[in-house]
């Protein structure tokens, strides 16, 4: 079974703060995704990498920053939390099989709230 | 870029048929259909992918019309371990030029006993 990590379940930052969130995926997987999830909004895609020190914007990157120096780690950085970005967020992560739609293996998500 | 739309929630009893149709109306020749079910606490998991006519597996079907413009997910006979949040994606490989992955906002499924 695909198991996609994320380091903590629940984080409280203070606004400023820099915010570290961490996802490790054990199935060699090429490609990695951030989202958040918000009511009513659904997900949305932050970044998404499909190699390693490869990074690609999704919909709503304004506000963050990934870094993936390794195959199975993909790390979102909030350089300066804000109270906007009190969200739960999903880290995925996926093979590349060609030309169909990659299935996304999910992360128990990270419910963040900033102060 | 595809965007796709679905209703907020909808209700149903088990032992029920639910179908949750989602709208894609400008959906790219070579974009995916791809539905995912969400238990709260947890992180999204694969239910069925399809691209024209009808995908079947042990879990749902997807029915996809010739215009492509539509999608419904039918869950036959649901059961209370069926609540959760089902939503819709559509899209193809990420590293096809220019595409990106789009989820809908999400149909939240209530089973009633």
């Known amino acids: 079974d695909v198991k996609v990590t994320q380091s903590s379940r629940y984080l409280v930052k203070r606004t400023g703060e820099k915010v570290f969130l961490e996802c490790v995926q054990d199935?060699?997987?090429?490609?990695m995704f951030w989202y958040r999830q918000d009511p009513g909004l659904g997900l949305r895609l932050i970044y998404f990498s499909y190699d390693v020190k490869m990074k690609e914007k999704g919909d709503i990157p304004e506000g963050y920053s990934v870094s993936r120096e390794k195959k199975e780690r993909f790390s979102l950085i909030l350089e300066s939390a804000s109270t906007n970005q009190t969200s739960m967020y999903l880290c995925?992560?996926?093979?590349?099989?060609?030309?169909?739609?990659?299935?996304?293996?999910f992360g128990p998500g990270t419910r963040l709230t900033v102060l | 870029l595809a965007k796709t739309t679905q209703p907020i929630s909808m209700d149903s009893y088990e032992g029920q048929e639910v179908n949750i149709t989602c709208s894609h109306n400008n959906i790219a020749t070579n974009d995916y259909i791809t539905w995912y079910q969400q238990f709260p606490s947890q992180g999204p998991r694969f239910i069925i992918q399809g691209y024209k006519t009808k995908v079947t597996n042990e879990v749902a079907s997807l029915f996809i019309p010739a215009d492509r413009k539509s999608s419904t997910l039918s869950l036959p006979r649901v059961s209370l371990s069926d609540t959760a949040v089902y939503y819709c994606?559509?899209?193809?490989?990420?590293?096809?030029?220019?595409?990106?992955?789009?989820f809908g906002g999400g149909t939240r499924v209530l089973v009633k006993p």
């Open positions: 995925a992560s996926s093979a590349y099989s060609g030309e169909i739609t990659d299935t996304q293996y």
């Open positions: 994606l559509v899209g193809a490989s990420i590293k096809a030029a220019g595409n990106k992955l789009t």
């Open positions: 199935m060699d997987h090429e490609n």
